[in-house]
């Protein structure tokens, strides 16, 4: 089993940054697909990008060239570096772990991502 802690969310202007922080404890980090969702009020959770332990990555074409997620294995943590960021990126964000072997899902807290004026 895996324990995820977000962090890095807030409120910030139209065009401004955000990084987003997930720290993972419980288990084997290296075993993990991680990724990020995110979740609008009334809107369906979903994907906003993804990372294996070798490093390849994954978008959700609403996303691309604006976010870019990392990990750090050494650290157990994933990364969301949000750039450029627009009102309709407003959403909770969730970090979550897929075990490569057993598929089993956790997922942390979430974390308010507010882009307003």
């Known amino acids: 089993q895996v324990q995820l802690v977000e962090s890095g969310g807030g409120l910030v202007q139209p065009g401004g940054s955000l990084r987003l922080s997930c720290a993972a404890s419980?288990?084997?980090?290296?075993?993990?697909?991680m990724g990020w969702y995110r979740q609008a009020p009334g809107k369906q959770r979903e994907l906003v990008a993804g990372?294996?332990?070798?490093?390849?990555?994954n978008y959700a074409d609403s996303v691309k060239g604006r976010f870019t997620i990392s990990r750090d294995n050494a650290k157990n943590t994933v990364y969301l570096q949000m750039n450029s960021l627009k009102p309709e990126d407003t959403a909770v964000y969730y970090c979550?772990?897929?075990?490569?072997?057993?598929?089993?899902?956790?997922w942390g807290q979430g974390t308010q991502v507010t882009v307003s004026s």
């Open positions: 979550n772990a897929k075990h490569i072997a057993n598929l089993n899902n956790y």
């Open positions: 419980g288990s084997t980090f290296s075993t993990y697909v």
């Open positions: 990372v294996t332990s070798g490093g390849r990555t």
